[in-house]
């Protein structure tokens, strides 16, 4: 059972330009989280997405940032016009029964 | 704002020494939850105490948690080099108990010298 899959793991942008991460959860899970981490910090949370569905996306930024969790395919999270304060490490997970959570080893975004 | 804040920090000690990180929250919560982050990489679930327990076990991990000072202990007893890496508590608040949603705190970063 392959664990959490993030990629790219690590990708450069250029200010303005658009980044999309992916992330295919664990099989059988239903429940995506997205985090952002940056440096010596802990994890800060974006959004949590079912099958289909946006349920909590109170710590998404109002602009530039989506999320999406198709019914088929990857969860994609999308940064739109990046700017260099973006740069962060972005982590996704997954949960069966949305206790116990299972991570990805994180995307690095690097905007010059 | 910050749920958790871990202390200390940081943290050093020699392989065979006991490690102790504390976690304090802020609101009321379902349970609570501490991960091990290794640098560069996603976080590994370490072990979970519900709000109605004080103490949980597993293996040379010990939990305690006190909802009513709302902290929490995390013990590794005879640490090794292996354990060195950063420890994050993360509670999930009452509020938020039907989205799965955790709040992490800063964490503590563990070097165990070997």
């Known amino acids: 059972n392959a664990g959490v899959m993030q990629n790219p793991r690590h990708l450069v942008r250029r200010r303005g330009q658009e980044a999309r991460l992916r992330c295919s959860p664990m099989?059988?899970?239903?429940?995506v989280y997205w985090y952002r981490q940056l440096p010596e910090e802990g994890l800060k949370f974006m959004v949590y997405?079912?099958?289909?569905?946006?349920?909590?996306e109170s710590g998404m930024p109002k602009e530039r940032f989506s999320a999406e969790f198709p019914k088929e395919g990857p969860s994609i999270l999308r940064i739109q016009q990046v700017v260099r304060g973006d740069s962060a490490a972005y982590f996704c997970?997954?949960?069966?029964?949305?206790?116990?959570?299972?991570f990805g080893s994180g995307t690095q975004l690097s905007v010059l | 704002s910050q749920q958790g804040e871990e202390d200390p920090q940081a943290l050093s000690i020699q392989e065979g020494e006991n490690a102790t990180m504390n976690c304090s929250y802020k609101?009321?919560?379902?349970?609570l939850q501490w991960y091990r982050q290794n640098s560069g990489r996603g976080l590994v679930h370490l072990i979970l105490?519900?709000?109605?327990?004080r103490e949980k076990h597993s293996g040379r991990l010990r939990v305690t948690l006190d909802t009513s000072k709302k902290s929490s202990s995390l013990l590794i007893t005879a640490s090794r080099a292996a354990d060195t890496a950063s420890y994050f508590c993360?509670?999930?608040?009452?509020?938020?108990?039907?989205?799965?949603?955790?709040?992490f705190g800063q964490g503590t970063t563990l070097q165990v010298k070997p």
């Open positions: 997970a997954s949960s069966e029964d949305i206790e116990k959570l299972f």
């Open positions: 099989k059988g899970h239903s429940h």
């Open positions: 997405l079912q099958k289909e569905n946006i349920i909590d």
């Open positions: 609101t009321s919560i379902n349970n």
């Open positions: 105490i519900r709000s109605n327990e």
């Open positions: 993360a509670t999930r608040p009452s509020s938020s108990s039907n989205t799965g949603k955790l709040i």
